[in-house]
C-alpha cells in the first residue's frame, strides 16, 4: 500500500509538533512537508524532538505543497488564517484535515460547496479527541430528557477563539437534540449563548482542553466532563482523519461522522 503523503501547517507550534510526530509514527504515512511562519529552513525532526527527517520548515504555503503533492493537509495554525489555508489546499488538490477552530458557519458551506465543486475530501473537526466527541453525542441525549444546560470551556491561555469550537458544536448537537423550546437562559451578561446554551470560558495556564456540560432538572443535576490533559489524546482522531479523508468527495464536519456514531 502506498503511503499517505502528509502536509503539516503550523508544524512548528505545539499542536503540529505532536502531528509531525504522529505522522512520523506511521507506516503507511510520510511527512511530505511542514510549513510555519516560523523557524523557516529548520528540519522539523528537531523541534518535534525526533531525528533529523530532511523535511525543513517553509513559509509559503502555496508553494509547499505544489512542489511536494501531498494528498492530504493537516491545519493547526490561528482562526485569522485558516480560511486561506483550506482554500489553497483545495485549489492545489489537497484534502484538508483541519483541527483549527474559529471558521464561521457560513464559511464551512463555502467550503463545503468548493468541496463537492472539486469533488474532494475534508474534514473539519472541532474536537479530535474520542472522548470530547462521546462527550458531545451524551450531552445531545441528555438534553432530549433534562433541557436546562449550561457549558463550561477551559482551555490553556494561548487560545484565541472564544467559546471554543468544541463548545459551539456541542450547543449545536444540544439544540439538535431538544424536543421544545430551550428554557430562557438568563442575562446576556453571564458568559455567551450559543444555539440557546448558555457557555463559559476559562483561559488558564496549566490547562490544555477541557470541558463541562451541567444540565439541572427538579432536584437533580447531571455533569459530564471531558479533559485532555495531553496533547497526544487528540492524535488517534487526527490520524483517523488522515485515513478517512482520501475517500470523501465532500465536507465533513465533526469526527462523530468518521466514527460511526
Do not use: W
Request: net charge negative.
Amino acid at each position: 500500500m502506498a503511503r499517505i503523503r502528509v502536509a503539516v501547517v503550523g508544524a512548528a507550534g505545539r499542536m503540529g509538533r505532536e502531528v509531525v510526530r504522529a505522522v512520523c509514527a506511521q507506516q503507511h504515512m510520510t511527512l511530505a512537508t511542514a510549513v510555519d511562519l516560523e523557524h523557516p529552513g529548520e528540519d522539523v525532526g528537531p523541534l518535534a524532538g525526533l531525528p533529523e527527517t530532511g523535511v525543513t520548515i517553509e513559509q509559503d504555503l502555496r508553494q509547499a505543497l505544489s512542489r511536494t503533492r501531498p494528498q492530504v493537509m493537516v491545519d493547526f495554525t490561528r482562526p485569522d488564517v485558516v480560511l486561506s489555508n483550506i482554500e489553497c489546499a483545495l485549489d492545489c488538490g489537497v484534502r484538508p484535515v483541519v483541527g483549527t477552530t474559529g471558521l464561521k458557519a457560513e464559511e464551512i458551506e463555502r467550503l463545503a460547496a468548493l468541496c463537492e465543486e472539486r469533488e474532494l475530501g475534508c474534514v473539519i473537526a472541532p474536537n479530535f479527541a474520542v472522548g470530547a466527541v462521546l462527550l458531545m453525542k451524551m450531552s445531545q441525549m441528555a438534553a432530549s430528557v433534562l433541557p436546562a444546560v449550561e457549558i463550561i470551556e477551559l482551555h490553556h491561555e494561548g487560545k484565541l477563539d472564544s467559546p471554543s469550537g468544541t463548545a459551539l458544536k456541542t450547543a449545536e448537537m444540544i439544540a439538535a437534540a431538544r424536543g421544545e423550546a430551550p428554557q430562557e437562559p438568563g442575562p446576556p451578561e453571564r458568559g455567551t449563548v450559543s444555539h440557546g446554551v448558555r457557555i463559559h470560558s476559562v483561559r488558564l495556564p496549566g490547562l490544555v482542553a477541557h470541558q463541562e456540560v451541567i444540565f439541572g432538572g427538579l432536584g437533580q443535576t447531571l455533569t459530564l466532563r471531558h479533559d485532555s490533559v495531553s496533547r497526544e489524546s487528540f492524535m488517534p482522531g487526527v490520524l483517523l482523519a488522515i485515513e478517512k479523508v482520501i475517500s470523501l468527495r465532500k465536507l465533513v464536519y465533526g469526527l462523530e461522522h468518521l466514527l460511526d456514531l
